[in-house]
């Protein structure tokens, strides 16, 4: 079994900051792959960004330049850095995992993140 835990979210102003965390706990055989992804009221929850175990990441061309993903595989942690943030990124952020990228198993409870314009 796989556990994820995210924390960080909370309430920002347009423009500031904020930065995710993600700590995963069981098989690490399910951690090759690790994303972050969002699902605001009323929409599809869509990916924002995916890191595999070496490291190469791909983005959500909505947050492109904007987030930073990385991870700690030695500690089994997945960050995800969001500057300049806009009142368009609020939602529920998840933390999954998995064996490839685009293909999430287990997923986290999700972290409330809201940006006041």
């Known amino acids: 079994q796989v556990q994820l835990v995210e924390s960080g979210g909370g309430l920002v102003q347009a423009g500031g900051s904020l930065r995710l965390s993600c700590v995963a706990s069981g098989n690490s055989f399910w951690f090759n792959a690790m994303a972050w992804y969002r699902q605001a009221p009323g929409k599809e929850r869509e990916l924002v960004a995916e890191i595999t175990g070496r490291g190469n990441s791909h983005y959500a061309d909505s947050i492109q330049g904007r987030f930073t993903i990385s991870r700690n595989s030695a500690k089994n942690t997945l960050d995800l850095q969001m500057n300049s943030l806009k009142p368009e990124d609020t939602a529920i952020y998840y933390c999954?995992?998995?064996?490839?990228?685009?293909?999430?198993?287990?997923w986290g409870q999700g972290t409330q993140v809201t940006v006041s314009s």
């Open positions: 999954g995992s998995g064996v490839h990228l685009g293909s999430y198993h287990y």
